[in-house]
């Protein structure tokens, strides 16, 4: 005979709360254990957001961060798409903490009267991630890697038949006058172009990835990890702070006009990084060769503090005539071979001054062991040598005379070429940053918006990190996506 056994409301209750633990997804619930927003989300965030309004809000704070950070995440690209999701998924909606989906005017509006908050909540995460990437690997979290790119805007300039029709126009200009190959009717283009979008100056003409645009510029600092430090967005308020780096379209090489803006832009955005993160030291800095100034160098060294910097050169170094030739590297040859490069040799005596040499050697000069007496020595087996010398001739150089041909370290050696491989980094942040979680392609023109969705974008590769640490797979710091499959 079977017994049959009245349930309870509370065994009812356990089984279903049971059923609801268990079947939630393992990614969300992975997120739930990890994710403690009382300690990203900084209490001034908190006060603005709950300050008196007249009326209650109906959507609180941490449910509106989940959804955005979601989006991110996902890869859900725009937030029309994002209600849809959270419309139809329990778990979503359960994750995030709402009982009703707020609509896409919500969002924009969050966006845009939080972005200072999101701000702070960013450089916040930036302090918190640092002992992290410290633990991971502590020669590349102490380098800095600074970029720059753009978020095109929603505007009739960037649709690609405005390009072209322009440089239609000029090719058929070209043609009618019998203008030579070296009329360039690209460059032409650029330079007829406006330097602005027509609804809104702020929406800059720029040059990215080989191609015309209009967008919201910014600049991005990232260490050797790959994981972002800052985010400088080029809006009104920045550029009035530092009117130095405006730079108008001078040229009709957009190349050129690219480099000066970005030359100028590298002082500024790394002053304000380190003033707002003093616990971060400087002692590395890659960047491309559009910094490559005497003024940058000096600046790094002097004024920032920066042991090496990685820069490649944009035009052929001048050197004072000291006796000898050097090659395209800053490197001395052999009087004899030009074509023969000394060794590079540490030295640690820096002389009486103690003011940091680098030490090159004659190419031929070994280190001899003599068994006799247990010491080496240096001998020079050149069949026609320059000095009386035995050790034949060294070379001792003052970096500090010229950091633009050694900025801490020799061009073209083997740590060179090793290290600025390390600079792409950057460049795939900028990558993840415009695809994986999809700021490029924004329908929008609001500057508020973009910069925002910026923002987003990093708190969700910091928000990796520490997810990442918790769980021990430091091999997701730059992306949760594998563990969502």
């Known amino acids: 005979m079977i017994t049959h056994k009245q349930l309870t409301l509370a065994e009812i209750f356990d089984d279903c709360q049971n059923k609801f633990d268990n079947d939630k997804y393992q990614f969300l619930s992975l997120l739930d254990e990890t994710i403690n927003l009382d300690e990203i989300v900084p209490v001034s965030f908190v006060s603005h957001f709950h300050a008196s309004t007249g009326r209650p809000r109906k959507h609180q704070l941490y449910p509106m961060l989940k959804a955005l950070l979601l989006q991110r995440i996902f890869s859900i690209p725009t937030d029309t798409l994002l209600i849809?999701?959270?419309k139809y998924s329990q778990e979503l909606r359960d994750f995030c903490g709402f009982d009703v989906v707020p609509d896409a005017s919500k969002f924009t509006r969050f966006k845009q009267d939080f972005l200072m908050d999101l701000q702070s909540m960013f450089n916040h995460m930036v302090d918190m991630t640092e002992p992290i990437c410290q633990k991971l690997d502590p020669h590349l979290a102490t380098m800095t890697i600074f970029d720059t790119s753009g978020i095109e805007a929603w505007v009739t300039e960037n649709n690609?038949?405005?390009?072209n029709r322009i440089i239609k126009q000029l090719k058929a200009f070209a043609k009618a006058n019998n203008l030579d190959k070296s009329y360039d009717p690209y460059k032409a283009a650029y330079g007829s172009m406006p330097t602005h979008a027509a609804s809104n100056q702020a929406i800059q003409q720029?040059?990215?990835?080989?191609?015309?645009?209009?967008?919201?510029?910014?600049?991005?600092?990232?260490?050797?990890?790959?994981?972002v430090r800052d985010i400088t967005f080029y809006n009104k308020e920045f550029l009035k702070a530092h009117p130095d780096i405006v730079v108008e379209k001078k040229s009709d090489s957009p190349d050129e006009d690219k480099s000066l803006a970005d030359s100028k832009a590298l002082l500024p955005v790394l002053i304000d990084f380190f003033q707002k993160h003093p616990l971060i030291a400087p002692k590395t800095f890659l960047g491309d060769a559009a910094f490559d100034t005497i003024e940058i160098y000096k600046a790094l060294f002097d004024e920032i503090g920066f042991e090496k910097a990685f820069i490649p050169l944009r035009v052929k170094l001048s050197m004072e005539d000291n006796g000898y030739t050097i090659n395209e590297n800053g490197v001395p040859c052999c009087p004899h071979d030009s074509s023969l490069p000394m060794k590079r040799e540490g030295s640690k005596s820096h002389l009486k001054s103690k003011i940091p040499t680098m030490k090159f050697v004659c190419p031929k000069m070994k280190w001899e062991y003599n068994k006799a007496d247990k010491t080496k020595r240096c001998v020079c087996h050149c069949?026609?040598?320059?000095?009386?010398?035995?050790?034949?001739r060294m070379i001792y150089i003052y970096p500090e005379k010229n950091l633009r041909a050694y900025p801490g370290v020799e061009r073209g050696s083997a740590e060179w070429e090793e290290t600025y491989k390390i600079r792409v980094n950057v460049e795939k942040s900028i990558n993840h940053f415009k695809d994986s979680f999809c700021v490029a392609n924004r329908k929008t023109q609001n500057e508020?918006?973009?910069?925002?969705?910026?923002?987003?974008?990093?708190?969700?590769?910091?928000?990796?990190?520490?997810v990442a640490d918790k769980i021990h797979q430091h091999q997701y710091i730059r992306s949760l996506k594998p563990l969502i499959a």
């Open 84 to 86: 849809v999701f959270l």
């Open 160 to 163: 690609p038949k405005y390009a």
């Open 206 to 227: 720029m040059y990215i990835n080989g191609h015309f645009c209009y967008a919201y510029k910014f600049g991005i600092v990232t260490n050797g990890l790959g994981i």
């Open 383 to 392: 069949d026609n040598p320059c000095t009386t010398s035995s050790c034949g």
């Open 448 to 466: 508020k918006t973009l910069h925002a969705d910026l923002l987003l974008a990093g708190i969700a590769q910091l928000v990796t990190v520490i």
